[in-house]
């Protein structure tokens, strides 16, 4: 009686653990298709972001500074993406600077780029320095987001405040002279 038990555990425990493998295989797979959907996001401190937003170049600079959980950030985000469209072959770059938590770019940002499409570049900007990298961005700024810098070589100008579309468009257009 006791080979008997004992070969039926046997058998259990080996069926176990075949189905284990099976779907532990079916679970790669389905993070492999996932995969395939994952943006990369860079991330900088405000050392290596400062550059940036200092070009001196023949373009014309969009940096907005928002999140994934300010929804006035998320509602304009479409009219960046727009700008970005529309104006990308008159020298014109919008870079997205999430101030997302660095610990929820797996979970939440990336994800968050993939579901709106961003065709913008998106930096992480992780530096807990605030007091210093928000000073340094322009004296103005609390804080707040969202939040615009606009600038090419010529003209720099800093926008605390959510952007309707022919708002934006048309700050843009003043650097442009448009």
Same mark, same amino acid.
């Given at each position: 009686?006791?080979?008997?038990?004992?070969?039926?555990?046997?058998?259990?425990?080996?069926?176990? =653990?075949?189905?284990? %493998?099976?779907?532990?295989?079916?679970? +790669?797979?389905? &993070?492999? $298709?996932?995969?395939? *959907?994952?943006? !990369?996001?860079?991330?900088?401190?405000?050392?290596?972001?400062?550059?940036?937003?200092?070009?001196?170049?023949?373009?014309?600079?969009?940096?907005?500074?928002?999140?994934?959980? =300010?929804?006035?950030? %998320?509602?304009?985000?479409?009219?960046? +993406?727009?700008? &970005?469209? $529309?104006?990308?072959? *008159?020298?014109? !770059?919008?870079?997205?600077?999430?101030?997302?938590?660095?610990?929820?770019?797996?979970?939440?940002?990336?994800?968050?780029?993939?579901?709106?499409?961003?065709?913008?570049?998106?930096?992480?900007?992780?530096?807990?320095?605030?007091?210093?990298?928000?000073?340094?961005?322009? $004296?103005?700024?609390?804080?707040?987001?969202?939040?615009?810098?606009?600038?090419?070589?010529?003209?720099?100008?800093?926008?605390?405040?959510?952007?309707?579309?022919?708002?934006?468009?048309?700050?843009?257009?003043?650097?442009?002279?448009?």
């Amino acid at each position: 009686m006791k080979k008997y038990l004992l070969v039926l555990l046997s058998i259990l425990a080996f069926i176990s =653990c075949k189905e284990n %493998v099976a779907s532990k295989k079916a679970s +790669e797979v389905s &993070n492999v $298709e996932s995969s395939s *959907q994952i943006t !990369e996001v860079k991330t900088y401190n405000y050392v290596q972001l400062k550059p940036l937003l200092e070009k001196e170049d023949e373009k014309t600079y969009v940096v907005n500074f928002w999140a994934t959980w =300010c929804a006035p950030c %998320v509602k304009e985000l479409p009219y960046f +993406e727009k700008i &970005n469209e $529309e104006y990308k072959n *008159q020298n014109v !770059e919008v870079i997205l600077v999430s101030l997302d938590f660095p610990k929820q770019v797996e979970k939440k940002l990336i994800p968050f780029i993939n579901r709106k499409k961003l065709q913008s570049e998106v930096i992480l900007l992780d530096d807990t320095n605030e007091n210093v990298w928000i000073n340094a961005i322009d $004296e103005s700024w609390s804080g707040a987001i969202p939040a615009t810098l606009i600038y090419n070589k010529k003209q720099r100008k800093f926008y605390e405040q959510s952007f309707e579309y022919e708002n934006l468009e048309n700050e843009l257009k003043s650097f442009l002279n448009i």
